[in-house]
Nanobody, 116 residues
Framework: QVQLVESGGGLVQPGGSLRLSCAASGNIFSINAMGWYRQAPGKKRELVAA???????NYADSAKGRFTISRANDKSALYLQMNSLTPEDTAVYFC??????????WGQGTRVTVSS
């Protein structure tokens, strides 16, 4: 089992920045890939950014050039630096991991609201 707790969400003005954090605990040695997803009101959950076991990253087109994903070396934490935020980035952001045992775990989410 892996437990994930997100933090860092909040209200920010357009053009502003936020840094999301996700603390992982439990059997973190089983973690393979880690990622951030988001779900906006009335929309499906979508991948924002992910980092593979070997450190390779991938981003949704909407995140490229504005967001940066990073993690602790021991996979005990995951971060998402978000810059140049727009109202379209308003969503609940979820941290998720998958394990070598092919399980996946999700956090409870942290809300990001971009509004003036």
């Amino acid at each position: 089992q892996v437990q994930l707790v997100e933090s860092g969400g909040g209200l920010v003005q357009p053009g502003g920045s936020l840094r999301l954090s996700c603390a992982a605990s439990g059997n973190i040695f089983s973690i393979n890939a880690m990622g951030w997803y988001r779900q906006a009101p009335g929309k499906k959950r979508e991948l924002v950014a992910a980092v593979a076991d070997d450190g390779r990253t991938n981003y949704a087109d909407s995140a490229k050039g504005r967001f940066t994903i990073s993690r602790a070396n021991d996979k005990s934490a995951l971060y998402l630096q978000m810059n140049s935020l727009t109202p379209e980035d308003t969503a609940v952001y979820f941290c998720a991991v998958d394990t070598y045992g092919l399980d996946d775990f999700w956090g409870q989410g942290t809300r990001v609201t971009v509004s003036s």
